[in-house]
């Protein structure tokens, strides 16, 4: 029996320092002995020292504790836990194996962290990942405090932390390429495109070695430590400052008013199917973490990555709600995007559930009461649930708006009705009379799929560099090249593309609900027709900073757009726009006044804004046809007359004119083709000529 060391207690769980030394406690049911590695460097190949549990001492229910006397931060530490190796029965125990601790704040990985090590058989203490013991109470926050801020005043950046400064051209200080410090650099860049919270792709460690060499992985939709930060992206060296850096990132972007949203991954991990590496979860308790089918031996995969997460488990529900505490409590983060939140909607067997106990709890607990909760409300096994999930206080990423946004723009039929429906809020997708319209997050590209550039640049996918034959990414992309695969000098086929983009703009930032814009969207960032670059760290997928100074009248044109809807009250109201009542915001038209054009063929639609509190007016005509159209003008407010703001067909920095040209009186106005026109009604005053566009 050691008596260097005290018995501990079950809670809380992962290592925490008190006043005699750190608590270790585990989950663990069925394995049948516990061994604690503690190592004096992050580097050793093995411990400095072994404790074996006592189950008689260690152990209360299935929780598996200890107390080491003269240790604390930086301590780096896992464990090996031997049991019964019954895959038949779903036990995966395997002492040869060193398990991460799934509760750890840091992880270290060394010099030579092997995912293949950590296959098959054989020891691998030497290649494994490691917790770090931290001491949270050290950090000055300085008073940071969370923004919360409403949904109708939230414009999201989806980011990678890691891509987004580590192109040379990015001019951040080079050791700080690619990190959270890194990002810091370029908080200036945020606040003048007017976004106010970023949406960080996934940030908790990962393994960047779950991808066929010499790739790796990159996005990070592949956890391991659900409350570490990812090592890769700080630029400090000690184990411990991960954190602090993710934290100081934080506190400078709430500085900025910005929020910070994650994105994180509950619905599988690294580990992936039987064949895949024992790196934690699977060594401590197989049956109880992961979703396993009728043959135990064999996992469900609900998450197209081989492994499904058994969320509704009491285990794993208190694992993620702790996470979640611990990120809002600890790390200050302000909300987060559950990916393929769907998988949480089932239970062990992966029966759709009515009420999942994860998904409620989630919504209900009081540490999260102020977090923002966004669902990407569909998995990889076809159980789609946009509009339907569960709850009163989620948010849905709106595939919806993307689709039908791209098919409309695009020229396909039968679009015209779907795209009124999405600039609306979406109210036929979330018809309770309790919904706000801003819970849509409307997007037309996200990290999944085509950049904004791309859409408009290639008809197919273009993959072969991910190593798969092309079979990878998304076959439904609704994209058109405007005539030419690919990069094009001609004239005609460049502005044509800088045109549907801008098109795709307009209604993104013009429409009800909350607009998300893809990092580098607003500067025309190509992933050369790769729409799944999910193994690419590398130039594919970074922003090039050059491309500011290229494609300066878009970035121009985004900014501005943005600086306009967020001052208007019209585009921050939590009610849906009605086109009927004593102040109805919206009204319908086509190219005649009143009369719409919702039909199979119709490739046109506008609509008039109103707001009376404010006394805006705005008039929104969208054409999508390949021939210029006119449409009838309603009449603007008494005193007041029509001025242009934006026209998308004209060059910068025409394309959006503030103030707004003012109009010579007319009943009509041309749109050319493929193109969109938004006028301001605005006091009279002097008339600006505006010749390419009046008629008589």
């Known amino acids: 029996m050691n008596t260097d060391i005290l018995p501990g207690q079950s809670y809380p769980l992962g290592a925490t320092i008190f006043r005699e030394g750190v608590n270790f406690c585990i989950f663990s049911k069925n394995c049948e002995s516990v061994e604690l590695l503690l190592f004096d460097r992050a ?32 301590q780096t530490y896992a464990y090996r836990v031997h049991g019964p190796y019954n895959p038949a029965v779903g036990h995966r125990f395997d002492g040869t194996k060193v398990l991460l601790d799934p509760y750890t704040r840091a992880v270290t990985l060394g010099p030579k962290y ?92 990962f393994d960047e070695q779950d991808t066929p060499p010499p790739l790796k992985n990159y996005w990070g939709y592949n956890p391991v430590a659900l409350f570490a930060p990812h090592t890769a992206y700080s630029s400090c060296k000690d184990p411990l400052g991960p954190v602090n850096e993710f934290r100081d990132m934080v506190k400078a972007l709430h500085q900025a008013g910005i929020e910070v949203i994650l994105d994180v991954v509950f619905n599988h991990t690294a580990e992936s199917d039987e064949s895949g590496p024992t790196l934690s979860f699977r060594g401590l308790e197989n049956r109880a973490y992961y979703m396993l089918q009728a043959d135990r031996a064999v996992y469900a995969d609900y998450s197209g990555c081989g492994n499904t997460l058994n969320t509704n488990h009491s285990i794993v529900r208190r694992m993620i709600l702790d996470c979640l505490r611990y990120w809002v409590s600890q790390m200050h983060v302000d909300g987060f995007r559950f990916d393929l939140a769907s998988v949480m909607s089932r239970d062990e067997k992966g029966q759709k559930l009515e009420n999942p106990p ?97 859409l408009v640049s290639y008809n197919s996918k273009h993959n072969l560099e991910n190593g798969q034959d092309n079979r990878d990414g998304s076959d439904a992309n609704f994209s058109w090249n405007c005539g030419v695969e690919g990069p094009s000098d001609d004239p005609g086929i460049q502005a044509l593309r800088l045109r549907q983009i801008k098109n795709m703009l307009a209604i993104l930032f013009f429409s009800q609900g ?183």
């Open 358 to 454: 994860i998904l409620w709890d989630i919504e209900s607990d009081p540490v999260l009461a102020g977090s923002k909760i966004i669902a990407e409300a569909w998995d990889a096994a076809g159980l789609y649930q946009v509009g339907t999930f569960i709850g009163h206080r989620w948010a849905e990423w709106s595939g919806p708006f993307r689709d039908d946004v791209r098919q409309f723009i695009k020229g396909d039929p039968g679009a015209a009705s779907r795209l009124a429906a999405r600039i609306t809020g979406s109210q036929d997708l979330y018809p309770s009379i309790d919904r706000e319209p801003n819970r849509s997050i409307n997007f037309i590209t996200c990290h999944d799929g085509f950049t904004l550039n791309d």
């Open 43 to 74: 580097d050793d190949p093995q411990p400095s020292r072994v404790i074996r549990l006592d189950p008689q001492v260690n152990r209360t229910f299935y929780y598996w504790h200890v107390l080491v006397p003269g240790i604390g931060a930086g």
């Open 114 to 205: 092997s995912r293949e090590a950590a296959r098959g058989s054989g020891d691998n203490c030497a290649s494994a990942m490691r917790g770090v013991v931290l001491d949270a109470r050290g950090y000055n926050w300085d008073g940071d405090n969370h923004l919360h801020l409403p949904y109708a005043q939230t414009v999201i950046y989806e980011m990678h932390v890691g891509g987004f400064t580590r192109h040379p051209s990015s001019g951040v200080t080079p050791e700080k390429r690619g990190t959270y410090a890194g990002l810091v650099e370029k908080i200036p860049y945020l606040q003048e495109l007017g976004i106010t919270a970023v949406e960080l792709l996934p940030v908790q460690q």
């Open 514 to 696: 909350t607009p998300m814009l893809l990092m580098g969207d607003e500067v025309r960032r190509t992933q050369r027709g790769n729409n799944n670059a999910f193994c690419q760290d590398n130039e594919t997928s970074w922003l090039n900073w050059d491309d500011l100074e290229t494609n300066a009248g878009l970035l121009r044109f985004v900014k501005e757009i943005i600086q306009f809807t967020q001052a208007h009250p019209i585009f921050r109201e939590e009610k849906f726009w009605q086109a009927t009542g004593s102040s109805p915001r919206i009204a319908w038209h086509g190219v005649r006044l009143g009369k719409p054009d919702l039909s199979h063929d119709s490739h046109s639609l506008a609509f008039t804004l109103n707001h009376p509190a404010s006394d805006d007016q705005m008039h929104v005509m969208i054409n999508a046809y390949w021939e210029a159209l006119e449409y009838e003008l309603p009449p603007p407010a008494p005193g007041k007359r029509w001025r242009r703001l934006i026209d998308t067909s004209l060059p910068s920095p025409d394309d959006f004119i503030q103030p707004a040209a003012a109009l010579a009186a007319q009943e009509r106005c041309r749109v050319e083709a493929r193109s969109v026109v938004i006028l301001l009604a605005q006091p009279g005053g002097l008339e600006i000529p505006w010749q390419l566009r009046q008629t008589s």
